[in-house]
């Protein structure tokens, strides 16, 4: 195991002292918690959230593993005892809100750009918080966002998808001509090729959100591309590539390889059962399942079929990968397979020692998830997780290990491995053959220190 290297704080992510101190105090009867904590076994492992003032002055979360029930249940709780007022009276009508929002008590769940990352906010990237969030699929309003020049609300009875190039009859879809078409709906991941990318050096920064927080799962509906290029009367003999292009200011192109566009790529307008996002495309994006995600093309306006692939500056300059020898790598665009720890994880706190659930997400370009192993000792010995149903194809798998923490200092690591047998790789391993220049592509194991504190930092380990 090789020395770790440093690491720097989430301004929201963290608890002040002074908060420590009154969680410590509120509840910590030794006896009763014991007895709780024996009740409470199964429902252990989930954050209690913190709200304070972030250095940016927002109202955010600070997470607080407790091991067993942190609350002073118990005869005097008044909790239980008092009615509370909302079971005296008529709560609220129905369809007060048209369209549904999260509880107010929920309000630190939130997307959130690392500071500093980017120049302009039009094109920058906002994360997905991975830390709070259950089970596989990513809600809509937490998909992360990465725009080149920005996003807009298109009016779909205004939008149009032309398909030309090598096929016999070029024509121009409108929405509602690609809706009357045989549709699908399959669960992916989607993650973006930078993401982890502020890692390739050092840890440099320190909670789940900002190392794996572009990365979200949604249930994505439309037409299969290969349906499309039948329509049109694609020359098979001849396309080698599809070229796929954005209606934004930044026009983002990317080839899609033919084998690729005719197996498993949509023209999708559904996300998790109801139109794409504004920030996610709508009316139409391009899925590209397994794919990194600058060839899921937003805003999609345009296919052309082309007799090789197209080198235009999206995959020219951008998202290729720099190796050792001085040269870069093209078109490397399957994300291999990955996993990431995100409970608990960088910038939560364990305030007890006892039980734990450790609990993330891992996932494959290449297909299923196979198995995921859990380290924590650095990975000098593993255990198997369970993974959690459904396993899908390009798709998150979500893991889980029951764990008691004795209060030493350790570090927990995950490791997956997909069913093509591909292992996912240390950091040093990873260097080995890519060097540490890169910017995207970045699959290899995360570690998280959890200090005999119980505060969870972001290190590396060779
Ligand atoms: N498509 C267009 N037209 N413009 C863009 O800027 N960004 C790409 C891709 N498609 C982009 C685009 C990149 S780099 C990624 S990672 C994904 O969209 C992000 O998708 P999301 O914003 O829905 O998460």
């Known amino acids: ?114 500071p500093g990352l980017t120049k302009v906010r039009e094109s920058s990237v906002a994360f997905t918080p991975l830390q709070n969030l259950f089970g596989i699929i990513t809600p809509s309003g937490l998909h992360f966002e990465r725009h080149h020049s920005g996003w807009s609300d298109i009016d779909p009875k205004h939008h149009r998808l032309m398909v ?86 930044s026009s983002l192109t990317r080839s899609i390889p033919m084998d690729h566009a005719l197996d498993d790529v949509l023209v999708a307008w559904g996300m998790n059962g109801e139109m794409l996002r504004p920030e996610n495309g709508y009316p139409l994006r391009l899925v590209v399942p397994g794919v990194q995600g600058v060839s899921w093309v937003k805003w999609l306006r345009r296919l052309k079929l082309g007799d090789q692939k197209f080198a235009t500056r999206d995959e020219s300059i951008h998202y290729i990968d720099a190796l050792p020898n001085g040269l870069y790598r093209q078109y490397s665009g399957i994300q291999e397979c990955k996993s990431v720890i995100t409970t608990p994880s960088g910038g939560q706190r364990l305030i007890e020692h006892g039980f734990y659930n450790i609990t993330g997400l891992a996932w494959s370009g290449r297909g299923k998830i196979k198995r995921v192993d859990v380290s924590v000792d650095g990975g000098r010995n593993w255990q198997t997780a369970a993974l959690q149903e459904p396993v899908l194809s390009k798709c998150l798998t979500r893991f889980n290990l029951p764990w008691r923490w004795n209060g030493e200092r350790c570090i927990l690591q995950s490791r997956a491995i997909d069913e093509t047998g591909y292992v996912q790789p240390t950091y040093g391993a990873l260097r080995a053959v890519r060097g540490s220049q890169s910017v995207y592509h970045n699959n290899a194991i995360q570690s998280w220190r959890l200090d005999a504190t119980g505060e969870v930092l972001n290190v590396q380990v060779d």
């Open 1 to 114: 195991m090789s020395s770790f290297k440093s690491w720097r704080r989430a301004p929201e992510n963290f608890l002040s002292a002074q908060t420590l101190e009154d969680i410590q105090r509120a509840g910590f009867d030794a006896q009763r918690r014991e007895l709780v904590a024996k009740a409470f076994l199964a429902a252990t492992g989930s954050a209690a959230m913190v709200l304070s003032k972030s250095a940016w002055g927002a109202s955010v979360a600070q997470e607080v593993l407790p091991a067993g029930a942190r609350t002073t249940v118990g005869e005097d709780d008044p909790h239980i005892l008092q009615l509370p007022p909302h079971t005296t009276h008529l709560g609220n009508p129905v369809a007060m809100r048209g369209y549904g929002l999260p509880s107010q008590y929920e309000g630190a769940t939130l997307r959130r750009e690392s």
């Open 164 to 249: 030309h190039g090598l096929v016999k009859k070029p024509k121009v879809y409108t929405l509602d001509d690609l809706m009357r078409l045989p549709s699908v709906s399959r669960i992916h991941f989607l993650e973006c090729g930078a993401n982890t990318s502020m890692e390739w050096a050092s840890p440099a920064v320190p909670t789940v959100q900002y190392t794996h927080g572009m990365l979200s799962c949604s249930e994505f509906t439309g037409v299969p591309l290969s349906v499309l290029l039948d329509d049109c009367g694609a020359d098979l003999s001849q396309a080698q590539a599809v070229l796929a292009e954005g209606a934004d200011g």
